[in-house]
Every structure is written in structure tokens, then in C-alpha cells.
């Protein structure tokens, strides 16, 4: 009989035990990473509107649509979220898809964040994740490798009599161009924290490379070469917002 009330006593433990620790979850917040585009300060506009590079070129955009994927949040060097859903299309044309919504990150002080351009290696291959209708050109051609473009930004350029178009197409896992930024971001329980982030799309064209539009090819899709530029280049085009 007292053996058998020290194994009823262990399993009460043992109950409870294990209820108590079933029942504890994160405190948790959101987080809401807002993307701007503009060029050298001056607002991003479509159609029409020329902007000069640094190699003194002529462009308009016509297209600029991207991935952004693993989102991470750091404290004192250590990594406490990463985001696991899949990528998102932003669009520079359409402010609705320009938002990021990231839930479930601990709440707590964080001082750096990082983020990739493109799909991160885990969702990047043939269907990994659905597009909407008007992203289907985000396919990366299954002939060349699969997964998903990271970055189409497309247009016409000029520069003195020469003219011709451009198409900076960036896709494959090598070329994931992940960039990260000190911040002073508080999460707190169930509100969104938001957090500004803006691309320069001069930035495309210059530092660390000089892409001049009369002497480089302005199609990417399949040069090694060209798309390398473009990844390196594309380690400077983002910022955050003050």
C-alpha cells in the first residue's frame, strides 16, 4: 500500500508536470516591414518618368517586382526569429503588396535585423509556394534550374542616340543577395511594430560596380556574369527608414 501511494504521488507529479509545461507559450507580437522604392530621394514613378544613373543613362521603369524571404531579428548577436513563411512579392507599383506582415515574433528588445532579396534556398524550387495571377511571370524556368525570379526590374533606357531596353532578371540560389541593418525595434504583446525599409534603385547601377546600359547587355536572364553584377550591387540598395 505505501508503494502504491508513491507511484500515485509520481504520477500527480508527473500530470501536472507535464500540463504546466504543455500550457506555456511565447508571449508574442507582430511585426509589419514597410518597403518604399525611389531614385537618389525622388519618389518611384512608372511609365513615363526618365531617371539618370551614374553612367549618365536615361531609364524608366516599366517593372519592378521582388521577393523578400527569411526575415531574422537579433539581440547581442544572437538569432531569436526567423521567418518561416513563404516569400512575398512586393511591388513597386502596387502599395498594397508593399507590406510585410511577420506574427509570432517573442516580444522584446531587438537591435539588428537581415532579410534576403529573392526565395531562400527551402522555397526555392518548382512550386514551393503559390503566385497570385499577376506574378506568375515570377516563375524561374524550370529548364534553367527552377524556383522562382528573386527580382525582375525592367524598362527602357537612352543615353545621347543609343536606346534600347533593359530586363534585370535575377534568379538561381547563388545569387540571394541577403542584407542586414543595426535597428532599435521593441516587439510587444499583440501589436504590430512597424519598420521602414526603402530601395534606391540607383543603386542597381552603381557601387560596387558601374552598370552603363551602352556597354553592358541589360538582359540578365541566363548571364552568370551580368546577374553577379547586379548581386553585388544589390548588397546597397536598401536601407532603413529613420
Known amino acids: 500500500m505505501k508503494h502504491l501511494s508513491k507511484i500515485s504521488v509520481l504520477l500527480l507529479v508527473l500530470l501536472f508536470g507535464c500540463k504546466k509545461e504543455d500550457n506555456t ?5 507582430n511585426l ?10 525622388q519618389v518611384l514613378s512608372f511609365e513615363d518618368t526618365y531617371y539618370s544613373n551614374a553612367a549618365g543613362n536615361q531609364y524608366r521603369v516599366l517593372m ?9 531579428l537579433y ?25 510585410l506582415l511577420l506574427k509570432g515574433v517573442t516580444v522584446g528588445d531587438y537591435d539588428s535585423i537581415s532579410f534576403s532579396l529573392g526565395a531562400v534556398r527551402e522555397f526555392n524550387y518548382d512550386n514551393a509556394f503559390e503566385l497570385g495571377y499577376d506574378d506568375l511571370g515570377m516563375y524561374w524556368p524550370t529548364s534553367m534550374g527552377g524556383g522562382y525570379h528573386f527580382m525582375r526590374f525592367e524598362g527602357h533606357w537612352k543615353d ?13 540560389n547563388e545569387n540571394l ?5 543595426p535597428v532599435d525595434v521593441t516587439i510587444e504583446q499583440s501589436v504590430s ?24 547587355s541589360g538582359y540578365t536572364m541566363g548571364d552568370t556574369i551580368k546577374m553577379n553584377m547586379l548581386v553585388q550591387n544589390g548588397h546597397n540598395v536598401f536601407r532603413i527608414k529613420d
Open 25 to 29: 507559450d511565447p508571449v508574442t507580437g
Open 32 to 41: 509589419s516591414l514597410k518597403f518604399d522604392h525611389h531614385v537618389d530621394g
Open 64 to 72: 519592378l517586382k521582388y521577393l523578400i524571404s527569411g526575415v531574422s
Open 75 to 99: 539581440k547581442d548577436g544572437k538569432r531569436t526569429f526567423r521567418q518561416t513563411t513563404p516569400p512575398q512579392v512586393i511591388s513597386g507599383r502596387y502599395a498594397d503588396t508593399q507590406t
Open 160 to 172: 545621347g542616340a543609343d536606346y534600347g531596353g533593359y530586363a534585370f532578371h535575377i534568379g538561381q
Open 177 to 181: 543577395i541577403t542584407t542586414g541593418f
Open 193 to 216: 511594430t512597424h519598420l521602414g525599409v526603402e530601395m534606391n534603385l540607383n543603386e542597381w547601377f552603381d557601387n560596387p560596380h558601374l552598370y552603363d546600359l551602352k556597354i553592358e
